[in-house]
């Protein structure tokens, strides 16, 4: 504790008196100051305690009394101290009832206490408070690193809280709360999420504060990592601004945080080539082998059947080994922007973001550099991880309007994503090629999201507006097209009403209101112009798809 005027008083070398303010002696004391000025309130900074002698004041006029005292009052000052036995016998009493009437506590000073050992008491007061807060504040952080050692940042945060007595919670690089200390803790820290992505968009080390008197507590909130975008946010709340001792608590836990995520960036580069590793193996038709790389670290999710995400933007800036950090771009400095620029990345810390909270394992695998990078991931079909992959292309669709550019197709510099169906090790590399798959349809169809399932659930006739399809199509019909336009007959329209009958001969005609035997002279000709047989299955189908095509323009 820092040295109050009720600890001067009860000093018992110093013989002072309490003559006002006896209910104001708990305040704590900065410093202790003489001046002998007439207004030493340009001098003051506040928390002194000021000693006179009243030199130079008309201590016995009450009006200059009242105002010398109010001005003190106003400039911060905890105490006054008046030397009896000098200029005075005894403080007058305009000085008395003015400390009084503004509630200053007035010490009075006996002639065989000098100054000096009043100045002597509180500065020695104050470097014993300094060395109990320099020393305790040595004791929290062995009892950090301890507890950091022994139980991770779960162990970390509750003695963090313990030593500052709060609450303090950990978040990862997206803002979602981590661990709490204690447990109840967990809503309040939720509720500070917009406040630690605000704390994200700043270049680290950052630090700010909100909450205060008027709220339930006054919250800290400060970056975690070395690097230029933070990798993580710490919450420190309590119920008023922490002491020295607690200070030393808090900045010993950032240090801790900041080198376990340092440490957890190399493991996490080191995770990222082994997963590289695994899914070649998977493609490669090896499951056992890959199962043998991963051991622990992803065996789970290959032992149960997941889903195979392939991502696209040719846009993207290939990103760093540590796949949490978002990418620092020109111009852009909020999240969405940071997504917008590199949409990859910000689907990288959605995915993995999701999984940690939820305890799943994902895989997730960086391919190619520059124009033309994908990602490659592996998650755990049901999971929050392919929630999350769903969610963040829900949100790319809404920032680009909502409008989805069937026929046109997707823009070069845009997001899409292609999602298999569930697969097990064995079937990886036929789920890699369904996502690429659905990854193609994606991008013609300028949709940021395919799952293969919606490819077989829906009609096989969007997929003519291929133009490559539209140019074979009209190759092929050409030149029934052209006889039908010399008016010799409508062949076109016989050949799409004969097919859709599948060949039956009395019902095309009756569609096309023409005798049967008119009908089978018009297919004859189509297959003197064509050069085909009516007979062959394929050449049936290559022409209703042709007429398909070219219908659907």
């Not at 008027?214 to 919450?235: M, Q, W």
């Not at 013609?444 to 999201?449: E, S």
């Not at 490559?468 to 190759?475: H, L, P, Q, R």
């Amino acid at each position: 504790m820092p040295p109050t005027l009720a600890s001067l008083v009860h000093h018992s070398a110093l013989k002072l008196t309490v003559r006002a303010g006896e209910d104001r002696l708990d305040v704590p004391v900065r410093w202790a100051h003489v001046s002998e000025l007439a207004d030493p309130v340009p001098y003051m900074e506040g928390g002194e305690l000021l000693l006179v002698t009243a030199l130079k004041l008309d201590a016995e006029d009450p009006e200059a009394m009242r105002r010398y005292v109010k001005r003190l009052v106003g400039a911060g000052v905890v105490g006054l101290g008046f030397a009896v036995g000098v200029n005075y016998e005894e403080i007058p009493k305009a000085l008395v009832d003015a400390a009084e009437e503004e509630g200053l506590p007035l010490l009075e000073v006996p002639r065989r206490t000098p100054f000096l050992a009043i100045s002597k008491a509180v500065s020695a007061a104050i470097a014993a408070d300094q060395y109990r807060a320099v020393t305790a504040g040595f004791a929290a952080q062995r009892e950090l690193t301890r507890q950091a050692l022994a139980e991770g940042p779960e162990g970390l945060l509750t003695a963090l809280a313990s030593q500052v007595d709060g609450w303090a919670a950990l978040y990862d690089a997206s803002g979602a709360v981590v661990a709490t200390a204690p447990e109840w803790a967990g809503r309040r820290a939720a509720r500070l999420t917009p406040d630690v992505e605000r704390l994200r968009d700043r270049p680290a080390p950052a630090s700010s504060v909100v909450g205060g008197p008027e709220n339930e507590d006054r919250v800290e909130l400060h970056s975690i990592g070395t690097g230029r975008r933070p990798r993580a946010a710490l919450a420190v709340g309590t119920a008023s601004a922490p002491g020295t001792a607690e200070r030393y608590a808090v900045h010993s836990a950032i240090a801790l945080l900041t080198l376990t995520t340092e440490r957890s960036r190399s493991l996490h580069a080191a995770e990222q080539r082994i997963g590289a590793a695994v899914l070649r193996m998977l493609l490669a038709g090896e499951p056992d082998h890959a199962r043998a790389v991963a051991g622990d670290l992803y065996g789970g999710l290959l032992d149960a059947p997941f889903r195979m995400i392939v991502a696209e933007s040719a846009s993207a800036v290939r990103m760093s080994v540590d796949s949490h950090a978002h990418l620092e771009v020109a111009g852009k400095t909020n999240a969405a922007d940071r997504a917008e620029a590199d949409p990859l990345a910000g689907l990288t810390e959605a995915v993995e973001a999701a999984a940690a909270r939820a305890g799943e394992a994902v895989l997730v695998v960086p391919e190619g550099d520059g124009e033309g990078a994908r990602l490659v991931v592996l998650a755990a079909d049901g999971g929050a991880a392919v929630a999350a992959c769903a969610d963040y292309a829900t949100a790319i669709e809404a920032a680009r309007g909502g409008a989805v550019r069937e026929q046109t197709g997707a823009d070069e510099d845009e997001l899409v994503i292609g999602v298999s169906a569930p697969v097990g090790p064995i079937a990886a590399a036929a789920g890699y090629k369904q996502a690429e798959q659905a990854l193609s349809v994606a991008r013609r169809r300028g949709r940021v999201f395919v799952e293969h399932e919606q490819l077989a659930a829906g009609s096989v006739v969007p997929l003519l507006a291929d133009d490559a399809v539209k140019a074979f199509a009209d190759g092929l019909l050409r030149p029934l097209y052209e006889h039908d336009a010399t008016g010799r007959g409508d062949l076109v329209a016989s050949l799409r009403a004969w097919l859709s009958r599948h060949g039956q001969w009395d019902a095309a005609a009756a569609d096309l209101g023409v005798h049967r035997h008119t009908l089978r002279y018009r297919m004859r000709r189509v297959e003197e112009i064509l050069g085909r047989s009516l007979d062959d299955p394929d050449v049936r189908m290559e022409l209703w798809l042709a007429l398909k095509a070219t219908s659907a323009e």
